[in-house]
C-alpha cells in the first residue's frame, strides 16, 4: 500500500493561481520528496525537506512538514500552464531505505 | 536529459514472452531503483541496488530479476510476461545509500503485453 495519501486527487485552477496540495503519510520518517511528472514521461525531483525542518522554499514552490499531523504540503505560487502535471510526494522512513509514493495529485492551470 | 538513460523506450510483447530492461545510472551515483507504475496500483518500488549489490526488495514478483553490473548498469528481466504486467517501468538513481538525496529518474519503458 501507499504511505502517501495525496489531496486533492485533481486540482483545476487558472494561471496566477496559487495551488496547494497536501500529502499524508502513515509512518515516522527520514525526509518528505516532492516530484513533478508530465503525462507519460519520467519524475523530477523538486524538493526535499527533512524531518527536523518545518518549511522550505525553492524559487515558487514552499513545501511545509508537519510530523506530528504526519503530513506536508505543497504550493505552487504564481502558477503557469507549464506547471500541468501530476505531483507525488514520497516519503524516506529511514537513511537509506527506498522512497514510498503517494497517489498523486493532478494539477491543470488553464491559460 | 535527466542523465539517467532506460532502453528501450517502448516495448510491445506477447504474453509468456521474457524481455529485459536497461538502465545507466547518473555518473557518479551508486544507487539503482526500479519502480513499476500502473494506473490502479501507482508507483511501486521493486528493487533497489547500491554498487553492485541487492539493497532493498519491494513487490517484485518472482517472475522479475534485476542485477546491477560493475559498470553500475542495472537490468530489469521480466519473464512469462502476463496482460497485467504492462506498465511505465522506471529506474531511479542516487548519490548514496544512506538516503537523504532525491532520486533522478530516467524517462521510463512503456510495456505493453498484448
Known amino acids: 500500500s501507499q504511505q502517501g495519501e495525496e489531496d486533492p486527487q485533481a486540482l483545476s485552477i487558472q494561471e496566477g493561481e496559487n495551488a496547494t496540495m497536501n500529502c499524508s503519510y502513515k509512518?515516522?520518517?527520514?525526509?518528505l520528496q516532492w516530484y513533478r511528472q508530465n503525462s507519460g514521461r519520467g519524475l523530477v525531483h523538486l524538493i526535499l525537506i527533512r524531518s527536523n525542518e518545518r518549511e522550505k522554499h525553492s524559487g515558487r514552490l514552499r513545501v511545509t512538514l508537519d510530523t506530528s499531523k504526519k503530513s506536508s504540503s505543497l504550493l505552487i505560487t504564481a502558477s503557469r500552464a507549464a506547471d500541468t502535471a501530476s505531483y507525488f510526494c514520497a516519503t524516506e522512513r529511514t537513511s537509506g531505505s527506498r522512497l514510498t509514493f503517494g497517489e498523486g495529485t493532478q494539477l491543470t492551470v488553464n491559460p | 536529459d535527466s542523465g539517467v538513460t532506460q532502453t528501450p523506450k517502448h516495448l510491445i510483447t506477447a504474453t509468456g514472452q521474457r524481455v529485459t530492461l536497461r538502465c545507466s545510472p547518473r555518473?557518479?551515483?551508486?544507487?539503482v531503483y526500479w519502480y513499476q507504475q500502473s494506473l490502479d496500483q501507482g508507483l511501486q518500488f521493486l528493487i533497489q541496488?547500491?554498487?553492485?549489490?541487492?539493497?532493498a526488495k519491494g513487490n517484485i514478483l518472482e517472475r522479475f530479476s534485476a542485477q546491477q553490473f560493475p559498470d553500475l548498469h542495472s537490468e530489469l528481466n521480466l519473464s512469462s510476461l502476463e496482460l497485467g504486467d504492462s506498465a511505465l517501468y522506471f529506474c531511479a538513481s542516487s548519490g548514496g545509500v544512506w538516503g537523504g538525496y532525491g532520486y533522478t529518474f530516467g524517462s521510463g519503458t512503456r510495456l505493453t503485453v498484448v
Open positions: 541496488y547500491y554498487n553492485g549489490e541487492e539493497r
Open positions: 509512518t515516522s520518517i527520514n525526509n
Open positions: 555518473s557518479g551515483d551508486l544507487s
